[in-house]
């Protein structure tokens, strides 16, 4: 089970983190992702990281100001997005899988968390 939180209403320039907290199962084996949908769109690949260690992946919208990192401790992955924009208005959601930009790769979901970035 995924569960990601930390969601919320943020003006353009501010902050957020969110995370992904897995529980129930090992997703060791797994590559962590973070995905968005907007409304009226598909849902887009924002980033990724093996829970096993090793390199970090992201869209290009997210690079340079996104950054994901995990806690094995906790279990949880988290998704730090600094200087956020309009246009990152979404629901984010974290799943777990291969490592791929194809959401349909993914097995496992969280149930989403809404980002609003104001103007």
């Known amino acids: 089970q995924l569960q990601a939180s930390g969601g919320g209403l943020v003006q353009a320039g501010g902050s957020l983190r969110l995370s992904c907290a897995a529980s129930g199962r090992t997703f060791s084996r797994y590559v962590m992702g973070w995905f968005r949908q907007a409304p009226g769109k598909e849902r887009e690949f924002v980033g990724a990281i093996p829970w096993s260690g090793g390199s970090t992946y992201y869209a290009d919208s997210a690079k340079g100001r996104f950054t994901i990192s995990r806690d094995n401790a906790k279990n949880t992955v988290y998704l730090q997005m600094n200087n956020l924009k309009p246009e990152d208005t979404a629901i984010y959601y974290c799943?777990?899988?291969?490592?791929?930009?194809?959401?349909?790769?993914?097995?496992?979901w969280g149930q989403g968390t809404l980002v609003t970035v104001s103007s």
């Open positions: 799943a777990a899988g291969v490592f791929s930009y194809n959401p349909d790769d993914y097995s496992y």
